[in-house]
Nanobody
Framework: QVQLVESGGGPVQPGDSLTLSCTTS????????MGWFRQAAGKERELVAA????????FYADSVKGRFFISRDNAKNTAYLEMKLLKPEDTAVYYC????????????WGQGTQVTVSS
């Protein structure tokens, strides 16, 4: 059974930092690229950051470049999203997802973790 479990979300103030974790099981983690998505209320889900299986290549949405940093620890089957200088517009449910190295779509998804940025 494949499971992706996000953790680390919560309420924070503007300018704060937060690190999300995505712990996986049931997949050969180092054969999957990982992505972090978010969906704000009333908006479509968007890809925030992605990382290849080796960690050698990363993608960031323009809205988070220089503030968010994606990483992974293949020994721990875990992906991370470090978020700095958080803004109210970063408020959303954050999801991690796994995509096979040669795949074009994300095959597995976590349940999401809420991040709320508010003063």
């Amino acid at each position: 059974q494949v499971q992706l479990v996000e953790s680390g979300g919560g309420p924070v103030q503007p300018g704060d930092s937060l690190t999300l974790s995505c712990t996986t099981s049931g997949i050969t983690f180092n054969r999957y690229a990982m992505g972090w998505f978010r969906q704000a209320a009333g908006k479509e889900r968007e890809l925030v950051a992605a990382i290849t299986w080796s960690g050698g290549s990363k993608f960031y949405a323009d809205s988070v470049k220089g503030r968010f940093f994606i990483s992974r620890d293949n020994a721990k089957n875990t992906a991370y999203l470090e978020m700095k200088l958080l803004k109210p517009e970063d408020t959303a449910v954050y999801y991690c997802a796994a995509r096979q190295m040669t795949g074009g779509v994300y095959d597995y998804w976590g349940q999401g973790t809420q991040v709320t940025v508010s003063s």
